[in-house]
C-alpha cells in the first residue's frame, strides 16, 4: 500500500485555497466579456507547476472553482478551467529543468511566452464556442479577431506572462527553502 504524501497534500491544498480565494478577493480585476484579467490568479498555478503535473492540475481544478465562486460569467469560468491544459503540459516539461528554466532569464521568457501561447490558445478555444454559439449562454456583437483573438488570445498571453514573472520572482525569493521543499515532494 502506497503511503500518502503529506506534504505533498498540504502544498496541494494550500495553493488550491490561494487559487480559490484570489477571484473572490483581489482588487485588481477587469472584466471585459468575454476577456476578464484578474493579478495574480495565475501565480498559484504556476508555483504549482514548479513542485509538480499533479499538483498544477488540482490548483487549476480550485482556481475554477474559484472563479465560479466568484460568480464570474460562465464563459469565464470555462476559461479558468481551461488552464488545467498549460498547468500540466507546463508542468510536464518543468521536471528536471525547473531550476534551469527559472535562473535563466532567456528560457524562463521563452518557457513563459510559450506557456502563454498555450493557455491563450486553448482559452480562445472556448471563448470560439461561445462566439460560434456552440455553447450556448453568451453572444458577442465585437468581432471574432477583437472580441476572441485580441482580448482574449493576446490578452491572456500578456497576462499569463506577467503572472509567470510574479511567480518565479516569489520562487526565486524563496531560495534554497522553496528548492528543499520541491526535492522532498518528489522524492516521495
Not at 476578464?36 to 490568479?41: G, I, K, R
Not at 498544477?56 to 460562465?74: D, E, K, R, Y
Request: aromatic residues 10%; glycine residues 6%.
Amino acid at each position: 500500500m502506497k503511503k500518502t504524501n503529506t506534504l505533498r497534500l498540504t502544498v496541494t491544498a494550500l495553493l488550491t485555497a490561494i487559487a480559490i480565494v484570489i477571484p473572490m478577493v483581489m482588487p485588481i480585476k477587469v472584466l471585459i466579456e468575454p476577456a476578464s484579467f484578474t493579478l495574480a490568479s495565475h501565480v498559484p498555478i504556476f508555483l504549482a507547476m514548479f513542485f509538480s503535473p499533479g499538483i498544477a492540475v488540482a490548483v487549476s481544478l480550485g482556481s475554477a472553482v474559484g472563479f465560479l465562486l466568484a460568480s464570474f460569467p460562465i464563459v469565464v469560468v470555462l476559461r479558468a478551467l481551461s488552464h488545467v491544459i498549460f498547468a500540466y503540459v507546463g508542468a510536464k516539461y518543468l521536471i528536471n529543468r525547473r531550476e534551469q528554466v527559472l535562473r535563466s532569464p532567456l528560457k524562463s521568457t521563452i518557457f513563459s511566452l510559450a506557456i502563454g501561447c498555450l493557455h491563450g490558445a486553448a482559452e480562445m478555444l472556448v471563448v470560439s464556442m461561445f462566439f460560434f454559439g456552440l455553447i450556448p449562454g453568451s453572444s458577442y456583437s465585437e468581432g471574432f479577431f477583437l472580441a476572441v483573438f485580441l482580448l482574449v488570445g493576446v490578452g491572456t498571453i500578456v497576462h499569463s506572462m506577467v503572472d509567470f514573472l510574479i511567480s518565479q520572482f516569489v520562487w526565486t525569493s524563496l531560495g534554497s527553502r522553496v528548492q528543499s521543499l520541491a526535492k522532498r515532494i518528489e522524492t516521495k
